[in-house]
């Protein structure tokens, strides 16, 4: 249920008249202060000094009127808790518009990154023909060698860990 309210809370944000660089700015705060979100999620504290307290950061940080609004009801919907979760919602969903895709690339520090990155991308444009992809890379030594490529609901598996685990499976009748 909390994923649906996320979602739903995205699409109204998502229809007001807020910029994309306002709703990441504000993600960016969240995310580097830790306090700030105790003190939105702590139960012993009323709601109205939350309220108080956010259209001062607002004010500073020269929010929008409607940001602040709509942070404001989240705030007196006590779904504080799921603010950082609707803004990457929100920009995952603008970035969807814009034909984006999100996607992670595990590779192993033997491989070429770039020939890994190309390889992948080659593989999602078969899956989605008409989108660009923003990579998020990490580095994993556990796959041997090769690539793991993970996009929407999607995992291409061309690590040579997951070579041996196919092979494994053929073998032993999985």
Do not use: W
């Amino acid at each position: 249920m909390q994923q649906t309210a996320v979602h739903n809370n995205a699409v109204v944000l998502s229809e007001l008249p807020v910029e994309r660089s306002e709703v990441s700015g504000v993600l960016k705060t969240i995310e580097s202060e830790p306090l700030l979100m105790e003190f939105l999620m702590s139960p012993v504290i009323f709601y109205r000094k939350k309220e108080a307290v956010e259209k001062k950061i607002s004010k500073v940080a020269g929010l929008s009127k409607t940001m602040t609004d709509f942070l404001l009801v989240m705030i007196r919907n006590h779904n504080e808790r799921i603010i950082p979760d609707i803004l990457r919602e929100y920009l995952r969903l603008e970035d969807e518009k814009a034909g984006i895709l999100k996607a992670e690339l595990f590779y192993t520090d033997e491989g070429d990154l770039e020939a890994d990155k190309k390889k992948a991308e080659a593989c999602l444009e078969k899956l989605f023909p008409d989108a660009k992809f923003d990579f998020a890379v990490h580095q994993d030594k556990n796959l041997i060698g090769g690539y793991l490529v993970r996009c929407k609901n999607y995992e291409i598996d061309r690590s040579y860990k997951g070579q041996l685990r196919q092979l494994q499976n053929k073998l032993y009748g999985r």
